[in-house]
């Protein structure tokens, strides 16, 4: 198979968002296995700041990329324990309380978040059970969650089609989820609304296909999207699948023949062909 950042997520804000693995030993010590569902204020502000309070994180959250932020997040005295669905319900919006909310729900493996009518997705690097077709069932039901997550964006797509056309933004630096998140998105539509077995089946492997001419890995990203995708997925007045258009764009064409510094690899269906060739002699 494809190499691949296992558990990537993200849909239309996905933030990178991750404890270094120090951080992350040293958050565990401060929360005991009873807390780590409701950890008390203590723990919490403890583990918090076991993963801002040196100003030297390796990998900084995103907007907290010089050390004076990190300062003023890790020494911020107010420390939310209970975190909304959706951040536009905190009563300071600040960049310092939305980054600390979104920390807090990861920590509780909640890797969704509303912000209004943006989904915010953190990627977990790992698989949480976020595409289990249960979790699927759920929000293709007559009565879907109301919680955030990425089948309740392309659910109410499909609950509201009618004559309107509605675009779903999947953006995010490399290593947010970007292409799992596609994926994912045409799994959903294609298993609840595709008119053909075929047809599902043709929507749910052209992403592997993609992957093969437009990815590569960098020294961030083991299967990092190249180029960039739109696509349109053609619905009939009832709601089904009829088909999808797919429009490549921006490959990076020097990836091909130029000079790759340490780390960093061509596209992944020459080292297929490759392989293939090796197998045959």
Known sequence: GLPHVEGGTGIVVPARLRPTRRSR???KTQISPTQSSAPSAEAAAAAFAAHFGSG???????????????????????????TPDDLLELEDLSDLDLLRALWLRYERTLIYTWVGSVLVSVNPYRDVGAFRPEVAAGYASAHPPHAPHLYAVANAALADHGNKQHALLI????????TAATSAVLGFLAARR???????DRLQRSTPVLAAFGNATTRQNA??????KFMEVHLARSGEVLGATLRPYMLEASRVSGDLPAGERTYHVFYFLRAALCALS
């Open 223 to 228: 299967n990092s999207s190249r180029f960039g």
């Open 194 to 200: 595709a008119s053909k077995d075929c047809l599902r």
């Open 171 to 178: 953006t995010g630096e490399s290593g947010a989820g970007k």
């Open 25 to 27: 030993d040293e958050a």
């Open 56 to 82: 030297a994180s390796e990998e900084p959250p995103i907007g907290l990329s010089d050390p004076v932020s990190l300062q003023r997040l890790s020494q911020t005295p107010r420390l939310l324990v209970e």
